[in-house]
């Protein structure tokens, strides 16, 4: 394998450079000035599930932060290398976001290593540890929902990992206190992939719901 660049790499580029850049040149130019984006967005790396293409947003307007299966670990103050809470940081005290959506999805890879691993089936050096932070919530799903099967031990743990990452965000001072102050709200949403559909969830009842769209934008 050669290290140059990748031939749909070099293409994509020249079509964003002729179309969106050319287009966009003036807000290019303003957002090298700073970015304010108002919503910060934890999704899953999965090549699949882009926010800023599921939410059509342009170049400045999500804070994005993906890893494997979108997890908020908890707040800790041990340890050296918290990517996802240094992001976190970050868009809350100095971005000073009004937002923060934890986004789930279907078909999820990191979801279905969390399963694995309570098989004691070895999902890697650095994806089970990181995946094992649901241990909790997934032994207690297994114990409640023995009859299901395995595809839906996989939605509902999809689910549940959205609300452990919330469960987790209030769990980091700087985030309750912008919270409390009514300065930051936090939640909760899933995209399924084959219908490209988004569903989003209703604190009250605790059930992901289909998102309704704005008239306005259909
Ligand atoms: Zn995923």
């Keep these: 394998m050669t290290a140059q660049v990748p031939e749909d790499l070099l293409n994509g580029y020249g079509i964003f450079r002729a179309?969106?850049?050319?287009?966009?040149e003036d807000r290019f130019r303003s957002l090298a000035?700073?970015?304010s984006p108002k919503v910060m967005v934890i999704g899953c790396a999965d090549s699949r599930v882009d926010p800023a293409t599921i939410f059509a947003a342009a170049p400045?307007?999500?804070f994005v932060v993906r890893n494997v299966a979108a997890l908020v670990p908890p707040y800790e103050v041990e340890g050296a290398y918290h990517g996802t809470s240094a992001a976190l940081e970050f868009a809350v005290t100095q971005l000073q976001v009004d937002h923060i959506v934890v986004l789930g999805h279907g078909l999820c890879g990191g979801i279905t290593a969390a399963l694995a691993s309570s098989q004691e089936t070895p999902v890697g050096q650095f994806i089970?540890?990181?995946?094992d932070q649901l241990k909790a919530v997934r032994e207690t799903l297994l114990e409640q929902a023995v009859d299901v099967d395995p595809d839906g031990h996989q939605q509902a743990l999809e689910h549940l990992s959205v609300k452990y990452s919330l469960d987790?965000?209030?769990?980091?001072?700087?985030?309750?206190?912008?919270?409390r102050t009514g300065t930051l709200a936090l939640h909760g949403a899933w995209f399924s992939i084959a219908e490209g559909k988004l569903c989003w969830l209703d604190?009250?009842?605790?059930?992901?719901?289909?998102?309704?769209?704005?008239?306005?934008?259909?």
Excluded: H, M, T
């Excluded at 179309?19 to 966009?24: L, Q, V």
């Excluded at 987790?168 to 919270?179: H, Y």
């Excluded at 604190?203 to 259909?218: M, N």
């Design 19 to 24: 179309s969106r850049f050319a287009d966009e």
């Design 33 to 35: 000035e700073g970015q």
């Design 60 to 62: 400045g307007e999500l």
């Design 128 to 131: 089970g540890p990181w995946v």
């Design 168 to 179: 987790n965000l209030r769990g980091f001072p700087f985030v309750s206190d912008a919270v």
């Design 203 to 218: 604190p009250d009842s605790g059930a992901f719901e289909d998102v309704r769209i704005p008239a306005a934008s259909q």
